[in-house]
């Protein structure tokens, strides 16, 4: 039975294959590495220092 590699769609056999779907280690590796970047982003990283001035200035405000 052939299967085609998910990732480079190159056909390798489904029997014997320890890397099924995929046709070797590699392709195996970089999809799976693929999906860890994709859940390594945290989103929400950037901070936003916009609110510390607002409240700075809060402050100015109040004791003038
Ligand atoms: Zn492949």
Redo the contacts with the bound molecule.
């Keep these: 039975m052939l299967v085609s590699?998910?990732?480079?769609?190159?056909k390798?056999t489904w029997e014997e294959n320890p890397w099924r779907p995929?046709?070797?280690e590699?392709?195996k590796m970089i999809d799976l590495g693929k999906w860890a970047m994709e859940d390594y982003k945290i989103p929400g990283e950037n901070v936003d220092h916009s609110s510390t001035e607002e409240e700075k200035e809060e402050v100015d405000r109040r004791e003038k």
Excluded: D, G
Excluded at 5 to 10: A, D, E, L, N
């Design positions: 590699c998910p990732f480079c769609k190159q390798s995929f046709c070797c590699r392709c």
